[in-house]
């Protein structure tokens, strides 16, 4: 059950500015749209990825962490984790088998021509996109698994982007889409408590001891 008053008790720490800034960042966070990202080699596109996830108002992305294991907590995000949920997987199959459990559909982005244009892709049901590594793309059982193919349209020499640009432009353009639709696309409210109470936690100083001494009293 939610602790509404340890909310309330550890929000006495932050200031009214701090407190509003979460308010204000929550009321524009989804989890209508996921993002994974498949055994992504280089640290700095993995943390470029989380970083747009947060500043676009994604709020969970999922890691597979097959081939290169866990390379993600060294360099990580200019302290993006901290606002983004990182959910970790050992495998494709059990991160496809997590987001399809949770309602979603598995959106692999790939250049092939049969793939829908982004600016033709509507999310209207939950939809986790799929990333996949610099050089080979998405694995065989992302592409066999997916029930939806997205690419980027482009018009120059070049036939792909950098993993973390693609991923950039793909994630602003679908949260907006999303926010400006009528879709149920916000978090719920006990999502935002839960997240309140999160972000406060890793916004105090020792915040260990603070709540020790609130179990206390």
Known sequence: MFDDDLLTYLETYLTEERKKR???????????????I???????????????????????V??????FGKRLDKNIAMGAEQWVDVHRYKSTADCISQL??????????????????LSDFFPSEKSAIFFGTEKEG???EVMQQADGFLKIPM???SESLNVSVSAAIIIQQLAQKVRDSHLDWQL??????EKRLDWA???????????KRYLAE
Do not use: W
Request: net charge negative; hydrophobic share 35%; with cysteine.
């Open 22 to 36: 979460f308010l204000n960042v929550l009321q524009q966070r989804t989890r209508h749209i996921t993002v994974a």
């Open 38 to 60: 498949e055994d992504v080699y280089q640290l700095h596109n993995t943390s470029a990825i989380i970083r747009s996830c947060d500043v676009f108002g994604i709020q969970d």
């Open 62 to 67: 999922h890691v597979i962490e097959d081939r």
């Open 100 to 117: 399809k459990s949770d309602g979603y559909r598995i959106i692999a982005t790939t250049p092939h021509n049969d793939s829908t244009l």
């Open 138 to 140: 998405l694995s065989e």
């Open 155 to 157: 018009v120059g020499f």
């Open 188 to 193: 719920s409210d006990i999502e935002v408590l």
């Open 201 to 211: 936690k890793k916004s105090i100083k020792d915040v260990n001891g603070i709540i």
